[in-house]
């Protein structure tokens, strides 16, 4: 019997309350490219790589347009995500502010045979004397217990202390290190999503080094290029990766397309690396 191939869930959840005002910009422009990739892709007239994944996206595309919606924000993020993970797809979640991917951290809370490899620039567990002890996308880390296997990938945060860090972080993995010992990274990384049962891919595009991907509204310097958190993902991919989230796009800081481009490319390279096999 031919086994039924995986449908990619592909959630657009313009939440960008609580910091990073505007971000939600970016998740209707992100959906409008995929919309766009996948209406090209079907008047295509003659075969191209596209075929392997096409017919198998799913968009759905949510808004906040009532108190009641914004009021049930976080309950209503986590149906969807339930419902994508309970049908066994590919999720693909993208979301305006970091906040914006709780309700998935919500749904995969306390799964001690799944690993999130977290890209961020920031550790999200703020508690600073001039940091909101409120939810925030600051410190939504602190809002969800038990938290899944977090791994952090490229931060640049200075001040936590590595007892504070600990409570929340399975591993942490500074932009420092994956500058001066990439290898390293890479084969600690291999290493600890090795046993996973599942893995997801979560993306907070201030990861980046702003010469790179200029549109977040908190940049930080000595961030990796595009083509270092590649190596990372590509370090560990595997059938077991189920899912990626994208958060903190901020297209009105954008230049000349520049993040968007990463972006779109970055989408469809992994839909392709999923559906090649």
């Known amino acids: 019997m031919k086994r039924r191939t995986r449908k990619t869930s592909a959630v657009f959840f313009p939440f960008d309350l609580f910091g990073s005002g505007g971000t939600a910009a970016g998740v209707h422009l992100l959906a409008d490219e995929l919309r766009e990739i996948l209406a090209d892709n079907a008047r295509e007239t003659v075969p191209t790589r596209a075929a392997s994944y096409s017919p198998h996206v799913r968009l759905e595309e949510p808004t906040f347009e009532t108190l009641a919606d914004l009021a049930d924000w976080r309950e209503y993020g986590r149906r969807l995500a339930n419902a994508a993970l309970k049908r066994g797809d590919f999720l693909l979640w993208v979301s305006g502010n970091h906040l914006g991917v709780l309700p998935v951290y919500d749904e995969l809370a306390g799964d001690a045979k799944t690993v999130v490899v977290q890209f961020d620039a920031h550790l ?43 409570k929340t972080f399975h591993a942490v993995l500074p932009a420092t290190r994956l500058a001066l ?27 980046f080094d702003p010469t790179f991907f200029p549109a977040v509204s908190q940049p930080v310097p000595f961030g990796p290029a595009p083509a270092a958190v590649l190596a990372v993902i590509d370090a560990i991919w595997s ?24 972006l779109g490319w970055l989408v469809e390279y992994l839909l392709l690396r999923r559906y090649e096999g």
């Open 124 to 166: 999200d567990i703020h508690h600073f004397r001039d940091c909101t002890e409120e939810l925030s996308h600051g410190n939504f880390l602190l809002h969800c217990d038990p938290l899944p296997c977090l791994v952090n990938v490229g931060h640049r945060d200075l001040l936590l202390p590595r007892e504070h860090i600990a």
């Open 181 to 207: 010992d990439p290898a390293g990274v890479l084969d600690e990384l291999r290493t600890l999503t090795a046993k996973a049962d599942r893995v997801f891919l979560d993306i907070d595009c201030d990861v």
């Open 239 to 262: 059938e077991r990766v189920a899912g990626l989230f994208l958060s903190e796009f901020d297209p009105a800081r954008d230049r000349e397309d520049r993040s968007l481009a990463t």
